[in-house]
């Protein structure tokens, strides 16, 4: 078994997140959410989960589709899916990485 030592994160003294380790560049399943189709509020934040590129609506929508999926699969780290955005989620640290 490899030994794990913690890394810090460039910005600052968070331990580093694991997670993110190993993760391949998904494609976006689609454009919208998965889970909600013709329901989907156009003000809901869109993520995608970067372990299998899953699309769901964020946490801040009434069905936190995203955060159900990680429920479901314990795929842990979603991003925002507007390209230019940095915003990832891990949601077993419970904090931006
Ligand atoms: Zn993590
Ligand atoms: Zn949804
Ligand atoms: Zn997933």
């Known amino acids: ?13 968070a331990p580093h ?3 993110l380790d190993g ?7 689609s454009s919208y ?10 003000r809901a934040t869109l993520l ?3 372990t299998c590129g899953w699309v769901a609506c964020s946490d801040g929508s009434p069905n936190q589709h995203a955060k159900a ?12 899916l507007e390209t230019r955005s940095r915003w ?6 419970q904090r931006l990485v």
Not at 69 to 80: G, M, Q, R, S, V
Request: contains cysteine; glycine residues 4%.
């Open 1 to 13: 078994m490899p030994l794990e030592v913690p890394v810090a994160s460039a910005n600052g003294s």
């Open 17 to 19: 997140c694991e997670h």
């Open 23 to 29: 993760l391949e560049p998904v494609t976006p399943q």
């Open 33 to 42: 959410c998965q889970d909600c189709e013709a329901g989907y509020d156009e």
């Open 48 to 50: 995608i989960c970067l």
């Open 69 to 80: 999926h990680y429920a479901e699969t314990d795929h842990a780290i979603a991003a925002a």
């Open 88 to 93: 990832r989620w891990c949601y077993v640290h």
